[in-house]
């Protein structure tokens, strides 16, 4: 399957289950909702941007998708400087930082190199045109 397609229906998935069960996806993360009522709110913010992204980049070809893929590698980006940040000043326990960066980690390095068109061995993945 191609990377895109996979790396936009994780997107989609994540996204939808921050924004059902709040709940279930801090704890997936390592994170206390229980002790922290307001994380229900950041998390459905955050899965509202993975459905959006996600569903835009399976909609979009060509020149769109490129762009929405390049705009995933920066939120990725951003978010392992979120995971790292978060180990370093205390407010995240070490295991969830590595987690959270981690997972960010891997989507971004994946859509990059979707975007690069340099996924397995050299091949072209097609993005879609």
Do not use: C, H
Not at 87 to 111: E, Q, Y
């Amino acid at each position: 399957m191609n990377p895109v397609v996979v790396l936009s229906l994780g997107r989609v998935g994540l996204g939808a289950v921050s924004l059902a069960r709040p709940d279930l996806a801090a704890k997936a993360f390592g994170l206390d909702a229980a002790s922290n009522p307001q994380l229900g709110y950041m998390t459905r913010m955050f899965g509202s941007r993975e459905v959006a992204l996600g569903v835009l980049t399976l909609a979009s070809r060509g020149t769109a998708r490129r762009a929405l893929l390049a705009v995933g590698v920066a939120v990725d980006g951003a978010d392992v400087a979120a995971g790292v940040a978060g180990g370093n000043d205390g407010s995240l326990p070490r295991s969830t930082s590595a987690l959270a960066a981690g997972v960010a980690g891997a989507a971004a390095v994946t859509g990059a190199l979707a975007l690069a068109g340099t996924f397995r061995r050299g091949a072209r993945v097609p993005v879609g045109d």
